[in-house]
C-alpha cells in the first residue's frame, strides 16, 4: 500500500465488550487496512489496554500517523481521556486510557463514548455528511444517541452529553432500565417493540408469530415491520404506536436543536421504509410548522465502521 505524500493517517480503535476493530484511515475516512482481537479472553484492565496498543502497531505499519481516536462504551470524560465507568470490559473504571496510551505509542489520543463516537462518524464521513447540525439516534436494545452542533461534537462538561434516549415522552408506562418511568428508550427501542408486539399477538393469529418461529427466535422487531409490510393488522397496529413513539421523541430533538439533519442507525434502522415513512411523516406533523421543512431523515450509512471512522476523524474535529 502507498503512502501518500501530504496526506494525514489516523486510527480508528472501536472498543466493545466482544472486539477490538482497529483500522487505519485517510483524511477522507476511507479504511485501509484493518484488525479485530477478541475482548473475552482479557482478563484485566491492564490486557485490554495492551491489546489496544498491539492493535494500533498491527494496523499503522510505517504509515506517518497524526492522531488515534478510541471510542470506549460506558461513561467517558472525553476533556481528560479517562474511562470513568465501562460495560462488560474487566476492571473498565476509572481508566487513564488517553495517558496511558499516548506514553506507549507517542502519538495524540482521543476517547470518546462510542454514541458520540458514532455521531461524529456518520456526520464526518456518513449520512450527515455536509449537514451543519446533525442528531444521531441508535435504535436498538436502547436508544442512544449523539449530537454534532454547528460543526462541533457537543459532549457536555463531564462528556455525559446527549442521553436523548433517558428524555421524557410520557408520565405513565413501563419501567426503563435506567429505573425511571416515561423515557423515550421505554416506549421506542428494540427492547419496548418486542415487548409490544408480545402484548399484542397475545391469543391473536399474527404473521409475527409464524416469522419468528421460522427464526427460531422470540419476536424482534425485525418480525415486526416484516409482518406489517406483508399487511398483517395486528403488527400494523405495533407499527403505528411505536413510530408514533419514535416521532415524538424527534419532536423533542428538533425543537431542541434545530438540526438540518437526523440520522438513524441500530437494528431497527433495517426496516427501512417501513419504519422511515412514517416516522418522518409524524415527526413533521408534530413539530411546529416553522421546523416542518428545515430537516431531513436519513438512515445511518457505515454500518459497522461507524465506530471506526468515527474514533478515527475525531482526530480532525
Known amino acids: 500500500m502507498t503512502i501518500e505524500k501530504n496526506m494525514e493517517y489516523v486510527v480508528g480503535v472501536d472498543l466493545g465488550g466482544t472486539k477490538i476493530a482497529t483500522a487505519l484511515l485517510d483524511r477522507n475516512g476511507k479504511v485501509l487496512r484493518r484488525v479485530r ?28 500517523i497524526v492522531g ?74 436502547g436508544i442512544g444517541s449523539g449530537i454534532v452542533l454547528d460543526g462541533k461534537l457537543l459532549v457536555g462538561s463531564n462528556g455525559f452529553a446527549g442521553e436523548l434516549g433517558h428524555t421524557i415522552i410520557g408520565q405513565e408506562g413501563p419501567l426503563c432500565s435506567c429505573g425511571q418511568v416515561g423515557c423515550w428508550e421505554a416506549y421506542a427501542s428494540g427492547t419496548s417493540i418486542a415487548r409490544l408486539a408480545a402484548e399484542a399477538v397475545g391469543s391473536k393469529k399474527s404473521l409475527m408469530t409464524e416469522l419468528a418461529a421460522q427464526d427460531g427466535t422470540a419476536i424482534g422487531a425485525k418480525h415486526v415491520f416484516q409482518a406489517a409490510s406483508l399487511g398483517d393488522e395486528v403488527a400494523s397496529a405495533v407499527v403505528d404506536e411505536v413510530t408514533s413513539a419514535i416521532a415524538l421523541g424527534l419532536k423533542n430533538v428538533v425543537h431542541t436543536f434545530n438540526p438540518d439533519c437526523i440520522v438513524i442507525g441500530g437494528g431497527v434502522s433495517l426496516a427501512g421504509d417501513e419504519l422511515f415513512s412514517p416516522v418522518l411523516k409524524k415527526t413533521k406533523k408534530l413539530v411546529m410548522e416553522p421546523y416542518r421543512e428545515t430537516f431531513r431523515i436519513a438512515p445511518a450509512k457505515l454500518g459497522d465502521d461507524v465506530g471506526v471512522v468515527g474514533a478515527a476523524t475525531l482526530c480532525f474535529a
Request: hydrophobic share 40%; glycine share 8%.
Open 37 to 64: 482481537y477478541e475482548t473475552a479472553p482479557l482478563k484485566s484492565a491492564a490486557e485490554v489496554i495492551d491489546s489496544l496498543v498491539e492493535s494500533v502497531n498491527e494496523v499503522r505499519g510505517d504509515f506517518p
Open 68 to 141: 488515534i481516536g478510541v471510542a470506549s462504551p460506558g461513561a467517558v470524560d472525553t476533556e481528560r481521556g479517562i474511562i470513568l465507568n465501562g460495560t462488560n470490559l474487566p476492571e473498565w473504571v476509572e481508566i487513564p486510557l488517553q495517558q496511558e496510551m499516548e506514553t506507549r505509542l507517542g502519538i495524540p489520543v482521543k476517547v470518546a463514548n462510542d454514541a458520540n463516537v458514532a455521531a461524529w462518524g456518520e456526520y464526518y464521513a456518513g449520512a450527515g455528511k455536509n449537514s451543519k447540525t446533525m442528531v444521531y439516534v441508535t435504535i436498538s436494545t
